[in-house]
Nanobody
Framework: QVQLVESGGGLVHVGDSLSLSCTAS????????MGWFRQAPGKRREFVAG????????NYGDSVQGRFIISRDNARNTISMQMNSVGPADTARYYC?????????????WGQGTLVTVSS
């Protein structure tokens, strides 16, 4: 069993930056692909970013490409996502997941999510 715990959400303003983190525990080791999805109220779940276990493969959703940066620290079983130039469309609950690196995959494990609210 794998547990994922996200942190870093909160209320920010348009144009601000925010960083999210997710730490894996349980059977998790460093050899998991991990990533982020998000879901805004009334909208479908959306792939945000994914990173392979070795950090060599990184993908972003079209709506965040060029603004968000995903990274990982395998020594701490943690991934992070730097969110820059946020806007109202980035308001959503962000979920950490294993093992997807792109939108074609259905995650096996989910965190409880962390809420990001962008105020104008």
């Amino acid at each position: 069993q794998v547990q994922l715990v996200e942190s870093g959400g909160g209320l920010v303003h348009v144009g601000d930056s925010l960083s999210l983190s997710c730490t894996a525990s349980g059977q998790a080791g460093s050899r998991y692909n991990m990533g982020w999805f998000r879901q805004a109220p009334g909208k479908r779940r959306e792939f945000v970013a994914g990173i392979s276990w070795d950090g060599q493969k990184i993908n972003y959703g079209d709506s965040v490409q060029g603004r968000f940066i995903i990274s990982r620290d395998n020594a701490r079983n943690t991934i992070s996502m730097q969110m820059n130039s946020v806007g109202p469309a980035d308001t959503a609950r962000y979920y950490c997941e294993i093992p997807c690196v792109d939108s074609r995959c259905d995650p096996t494990y989910w965190g409880q999510g962390t809420l990001v609210t962008v105020s104008s």
